[in-house]
């Protein structure tokens, strides 16, 4: 891992650790609410975990320990992986605080944890390659690859997955959802660069291709992959625009609600929205 400490030059205001680095989920929650990101990353209001997003985090770390064991060249069975997940999810559950309404509602998530990741292993080729890298975290300083100019501040990613391959590594990221969705690349355009130029920062070298492998929560679970080619200067371009615009609103502390499809979801919309007044 690349750490870089930000360059003294740079003007910046003390905002709660927000300066230590860039990452594309701040650059996410920001750009769908500059109000949501000031509760969540300056106010350190902590969202409740729901049974999605705990059912999620389970099939994460479920498929982190799969290819863990893959990178030591050791291949578990669907059944291996499904009993780790019991073995671990009263735990897991402690440590995320998860509070289920009934006995009956955890009861009914575990199994269905267990169905997704036996989804998604029954997807996956025999001869699928060993990984590179598991869960990796990448961070490097963010130096615009078009101009070379260093904007005194790191980014940081988390990587799901780093496959290898005849024609180099492919960077992969899980997800789970509810309904499969159209491969529109620019729903994951933030992400999708920022994990290139990590990866190009750490290992000298471009990627091949980029995946989104999504296990859809339907009747009869599924998986879906979608590829993406390789960054480009283009990508970069619009990646280093968003954090510039980024980091003008956060040096004067700057903001705005912004109203939007989201709003209906947002665990904020009853506090802060209501108390904005611009």
């Given at each position: 891992?690349?750490?870089?400490?930000?360059?003294?030059?740079?003007?910046?205001?003390?905002?709660?650790?927000?300066?230590?680095?860039?990452?594309?989920?701040?650059?996410?929650?920001?750009?769908?609410?500059?109000?949501?990101?000031?509760?969540r990353y300056l106010d350190g209001i902590k969202s409740p975990t729901t049974?999605?997003?705990?059912?999620?985090?389970?099939?994460?770390?479920?498929?982190?320990?799969?290819?863990?064991?893959?990178?030591?060249?050791?291949?578990?069975?669907?059944?291996?992986?499904?009993?780790?997940?019991?073995?671990?999810?009263?735990?897991?559950?402690?440590?995320?605080?998860?509070?289920?309404?009934?006995?009956?509602?955890?009861?009914?998530?575990?199994p269905q944890a267990n169905v997704l990741v036996m989804a998604y292993l029954?997807?996956?080729?025999?001869?699928?390659?060993?990984?590179?890298?598991?869960?990796?975290?990448?961070?490097?300083?963010?130096?615009?690859?078009?101009?070379?100019?260093?904007?005194?501040?790191?980014?940081?990613?988390?990587?799901?997955?780093?496959?290898?391959?005849?024609?180099?590594?492919?960077?992969?990221?899980?997800?789970?959802?509810?309904?499969?969705?159209?491969?529109?690349?620019?729903?994951?355009?933030?992400?999708?660069?920022?994990?290139?130029?990590?990866?190009?920062?750490?290992?000298?070298?471009?990627?091949?291709?980029?995946?989104?492998?999504?296990?859809?929560?339907?009747?009869?679970?599924?998986?879906?992959?979608?590829?993406?080619?390789?960054?480009?200067?283009?990508?970069?371009?619009?990646?280093?625009?968003?954090?510039?615009?980024?980091?003008?609103?956060?040096?004067?502390?700057?903001?705005?609600?912004?109203?939007?499809?989201?709003?209906?979801?947002?665990?904020?919309?009853?506090?802060?929205?209501?108390?904005?007044?611009?």
């Amino acid at each position: 891992m690349i750490s870089n400490s930000p360059s003294l030059d740079v003007p910046r205001r003390n905002c709660d650790g927000v300066w230590d680095y860039i990452s594309p989920s701040r650059l996410n929650c920001w750009l769908a609410c500059p109000l949501k990101f000031k509760a969540r990353y300056l106010d350190g209001i902590k969202s409740p975990t729901t049974p999605n997003l705990f059912l999620g985090k389970q099939v994460h770390a479920a498929l982190e320990h799969f290819y863990r064991h893959r990178m030591l060249s050791i291949t578990l069975e669907p059944g291996e992986v499904t009993a780790w997940i019991g073995k671990t999810w009263e735990q897991a559950a402690a440590e995320e605080e998860m509070v289920f309404k009934s006995e009956a509602d955890e009861a009914a998530l575990k199994p269905q944890a267990n169905v997704l990741v036996m989804a998604y292993l029954e997807s996956v080729p025999a001869a699928e390659p060993r990984p590179i890298a598991v869960e990796v975290t990448m961070e490097a300083p963010l130096v615009d690859p078009v101009t070379g100019e260093n904007l005194g501040i790191p980014l940081l990613g988390i990587v799901d997955l780093i496959a290898g391959g005849e024609d180099g590594a492919s960077i992969v990221d899980f997800k789970t959802a509810a309904r499969s969705a159209p491969p529109f690349e620019v729903t994951h355009e933030i992400q999708l660069s920022s994990y290139s130029y990590l990866f190009r920062k750490i290992s000298g070298q471009p990627e091949s291709s980029l995946e989104i492998r999504s296990i859809i929560k339907t009747k009869t679970p599924k998986v879906d992959t979608c590829g993406y080619s390789a960054r480009s200067n283009i990508h970069f371009r619009r990646l280093f625009a968003v954090i510039r615009e980024y980091l003008d609103a956060l040096d004067p502390g700057r903001f705005n609600f912004r109203p939007g499809w989201g709003c209906s979801m947002c665990d904020f919309r009853e506090t802060h929205c209501r108390r904005w007044r611009g």
